[in-house]
Nanobody, 119 residues
Framework: EVQLVESGGGSVQTGGSLRLSCAAS????????IGWFRQAPGKEREWVAI???????KYADFVKGRFTISRDNAKNTVALQMNSLKPEDTAVYYC?????????????WGQGTQVTVSS
């Protein structure tokens, strides 16, 4: 069964750092593109960062230079290191991947982890 489980959220002050982790099971992370998304209250979910199977990365402009996505193939996890956090980074953060479950490609989402940045 394909599953994604996020952890590492919490509350920090402006300028602080948090490291989110996404543990994958049921598939091998490095065979697919994995992404981090976020959704703030009253707003639509938005893309934050992705890592492709070849290890290349891409970031949304609003996190460039502050956030870093990385992957641990041995642990089958992907992390999002978030530095210089701002109040506008407050959101529920999700990891997601489009995975072939043996029958078809499906988009899988984790349950999300709350990040709150206070001023």
């Amino acid at each position: 069964e394909v599953q994604l489980v996020e952890s590492g959220g919490g509350s920090v002050q402006t300028g602080g750092s948090l490291r989110l982790s996404c543990a994958a099971s049921g598939f091998t992370l490095d065979a697919y593109t994995i992404g981090w998304f976020r959704q703030a209250p009253g707003k639509e979910r938005e893309w934050v960062a992705i890592m492709r199977s070849d290890g290349t990365t891409k970031y949304a402009d609003f996190v460039k230079g502050r956030f870093t996505i990385s992957r641990d193939n041995a642990k089958n996890t992907v992390a999002l290191q978030m530095n210089s956090l701002k109040p506008e980074d407050t959101a529920v953060y999700y990891c997601s991947s489009l995975v072939n479950d043996g029958l078809e490609y499906k988009t899988y989402w984790g349950q999300g982890t709350q990040v709150t940045v206070s001023s």
